[in-house]
């Protein structure tokens, strides 16, 4: 199974961004999907989550109201839409996956299955 994250880049503040996780090898509709993020010389922290059955959806404080997580069944892919990005959104995005709906296991970060992440660096 791997899990691969894409459209990340370079934007200025304000802006937005949009980031796909198609993960191959499987499908997910019995998982939770979630999104995290790792900025320079800190730890991977939580940024949204969601079941992939239900769309139930879940987000760190950080990012309520800026972000949207999603996913679309047909292309079997997670979406991150980011909008009103700041400087301090600057890190690399993974996607993650866990089995069996639970979203408090992506807020934890009781993740199965991770990706390889992609760069969002946003410029003031």
């Known amino acids: 199974v791997q899990l691969q994250a894409s459209g990340g880049g370079l934007v200025q503040a304000g802006g937005s961004l949009r980031l796909s996780c198609a993960p191959s090898?499987?499908?997910?509709?019995?998982?939770?999907m979630g999104w995290f993020r790792q900025a320079p010389g800190k730890e991977r922290d939580f940024v949204a989550g969601?079941?992939?059955?239900?769309?139930?959806?879940y987000y760190a404080d950080s990012v309520k109201g800026r972000f949207t997580i999603s996913r679309d069944n047909a292309k079997n892919t997670v979406y991150l839409q980011m909008n009103s990005l700041k400087p301090e959104d600057t890190a690399v995005y993974y996607c993650?996956?866990?089995?069996?709906?639970?979203?408090?296991?992506?807020?934890?970060?009781?993740?199965?299955?991770w990706g390889k992440g992609t760069l969002v660096t946003v410029s003031s």
């Open positions: 993650a996956g866990a089995s069996g709906y639970n979203l408090r296991r992506v807020v934890a970060g009781d993740m199965d299955y």
């Open positions: 090898g499987r499908t997910f509709s019995s998982y939770a």
């Open positions: 969601i079941n992939w059955n239900s769309g139930g959806t």
